[in-house]
């Protein structure tokens, strides 16, 4: 299609809406969102979202237990696609699916995990070098992925609260919210440089200093709100983010470590664990010798100790 397009674009078009209309093969339909579409989203994003939609209408999301199911990879292309229609293209509709996956997440973690690895890119992007078009993307993405975190958030802080029976009925769901905290630390991580990251289409690492004090003050609140609950794995990617961005600001990123050492850490038992003392005594060691003078502030010497 996309070669048909080069020679005969409204022939094209028409294709490819009898696909979306008629064909019945999942399989199928996630090759043409996967390639054609994606190739051609940004030449009529509003026609490849109003194609998309109508193959997510007619092939429902649902949660599969057990074996594989025909419509997965349908699913997956098809939120890529529709996440890069929302943040690179600001699509009204692809935002009003995502936004409602990150309110449930029990049902759609996959979907949103799915969509947050397409554009992950877009997180960091521009703090070095700005322009009007990463700014926007990226705040369209920031948003999504801060949504994510507060909704899930509360709700992990909510399952906690139950007694040991519930939560063990629930644990499912329990699961979800902690998946989904990690899916949205995810890019931040392996998107910002903390990660030697060997995948530079899905990365944008922030290079200088100035990006770094940027990016920290944009995603403060996120950064915090993920030191509130997370489980230990996602705490340690949270706290490698920060001992890379303490260049940038380093009584912000050591306020953020402290919290996220002290109550998350703290309630989970990150500290037991030995990639936690490696980061902890790393961060300490490098604000002490670096810099020490954020120390003059009495509440953080307290935090120190």
């Given at each position: ?12 078009w ?35 979202e ?5 193959i ?11 074996n ?24 009204k ?24 690895y397409?554009v ?17 993307a ?83 609140q ?26 940038g ?39 002490l ?17």
């Amino acid at each position: 299609l996309w070669v048909l397009y080069k020679h005969a674009p409204a022939k094209m078009w028409k294709v490819a809406e009898s696909f979306a209309k008629n064909e019945q093969l999942p399989f199928v339909l996630a090759q043409l969102v996967a390639s054609t579409f994606r190739v051609l989203r940004n030449h009529d994003p509003g026609r490849i979202e109003s194609m998309v939609l109508r193959i997510r209408d007619r092939f429902p999301y649902e949660v599969i237990a057990g074996n594989r199911d025909a419509r997965e990879s349908l699913w997956e292309h098809s939120a890529q696609v529709l996440a890069a229609l929302y943040v690179w293209n600001d699509r009204k509709k692809s935002r009003d699916r995502l936004f409602a996956w990150a309110v449930d997440p029990v049902t759609y973690f996959d979907q949103i995990r799915s969509a947050v690895y397409e554009v992950r890119q877009a997180v960091c992007q521009g703090y070095d070098d700005d322009s009007p078009a990463l700014k926007d993307a990226r705040e369209r993405i920031q948003g999504l992925l801060a949504k994510v975190v507060d909704y899930s958030a509360a709700a992990l802080e909510s399952y906690y609260a139950f007694g040991a029976e519930e939560q063990k009925d629930k644990q499912a769901e329990g699961k979800a919210f902690a998946h989904c905290l990690e899916y949205a630390c995810a890019p931040l991580y392996f998107g910002s440089g903390a990660h030697n990251e060997k995948n530079l289409d899905r990365a944008s690492p922030i290079l200088t200093d100035t990006g770094k004090r940027k990016f920290v003050k944009d995603v403060q609140q996120m950064l915090s709100r993920l030191g509130d609950i997370a489980v230990p794995h996602t705490v340690y990617e949270l706290v490698r983010v920060l001992d890379f961005l303490l260049p940038g600001d380093p009584a912000l990123c050591f306020d953020l470590f402290a919290h996220a050492l002290t109550v998350s850490g703290q309630k989970y038992g990150f500290q037991g664990e030995s990639l936690g003392v490696d980061v902890l005594v790393k961060i300490v060691s490098r604000c002490l010798a670096d810099y020490d003078y954020i120390f003059s502030d009495n509440g953080r010497r307290e935090k120190l100790i």
